[in-house]
C-alpha cells in the first residue's frame, strides 16, 4: 500500500509545474525541519501506526482523539 501512495504522489509532483514544483520542495523542507522535535521516535511511531491502523480499520476510535490539542503540542 505504501509503494502504491508514494507512486501516486510521484505522479502527480512530476505533473506541478517548476513553480508549484518549488514552492512544494520548500514546504517539504521546512517540514523536515519540524521534525527535528524533542517528541521521541517512539512516541511518533506509536503515534502513526495508531492512524495506520484506524485507517484500515475506521470503525475504531482513535485513543488520542480526545487529547488532538496534547498532540498537537508534542508534533509541533
Keep these: ?39 521521541s521516535k517512539f512516541y511518533l511511531d506509536e503515534i502513526l501506526y495508531r492512524i495506520q491502523f484506524h485507517n484500515e480499520n475506521p470503525t475504531t476510535k482513535l485513543d488520542f482523539y480526545e487529547n488532538i490539542s496534547e498532540l498537537k503540542k508534542y508534533c509541533a
Design 1 to 39: 500500500m505504501m509503494n502504491a501512495t508514494a507512486e501516486i504522489l510521484k505522479n502527480k509532483i512530476e505533473k506541478f509545474s517548476p513553480d508549484a514544483l518549488e514552492a512544494f520542495a520548500k514546504m517539504m523542507e521546512s517540514f523536515e525541519e519540524k521534525n527535528n522535535s524533542v517528541t
